[in-house]
Nanobody, 123 residues
Framework: QVQLVESGGGLVQAGGSLGLSCAAS????????MAWFRQAPGKEREFVAA????????YYADFVKGRFTISRDNAKNTVYLQMNSLKPEDTAVYYC????????????????WGQGTQVTVSS
């Protein structure tokens, strides 16, 4: 069982930066593939970024490549999402998710979810 708690959301102007954190409970964090998803009002939840259990492999949605960076610290049971050059269309609730096994950008493949943190980008 893994419990996830996101933090770091807030309000930022377009072009600004924001860093999200996701703290995980449990001793198996380092064996889980971790990802960030987001859901904007009236839209389906979409994949943002993912990172392998060791941190060696990272995956990004096309719309965040070059702007967002995912990382993890297994000693701290935490995964991060650094968001730069934010745009109003990045406004959404951002969710942290965990799964065992290989990469997937399908939210149905993830077993554990945080409660989400709101990110609002003003124009």
């Amino acid at each position: 069982q893994v419990q996830l708690v996101e933090s770091g959301g807030g309000l930022v102007q377009a072009g600004g930066s924001l860093g999200l954190s996701c703290a995980a409970s449990g001793r198996t964090f380092s064996s889980h593939f971790m990802a960030w998803f987001r859901q904007a009002p009236g839209k389906e939840r979409e994949f943002v970024a993912a990172i392998s259990s060791s941190g060696a492999n990272k995956y990004y949605a096309d719309f965040v490549k070059g702007r967002f960076t995912i990382s993890r610290d297994n000693a701290k049971n935490t995964v991060y999402l650094q968001m730069n050059s934010l745009k109003p269309e990045d406004t959404a609730v951002y969710y942290c998710a965990a799964k065992i096994g290989s990469y997937s950008n399908n939210d149905e493949r993830y077993d554990y979810w945080g409660q989400g943190t709101q990110v609002t980008v003003s124009s």
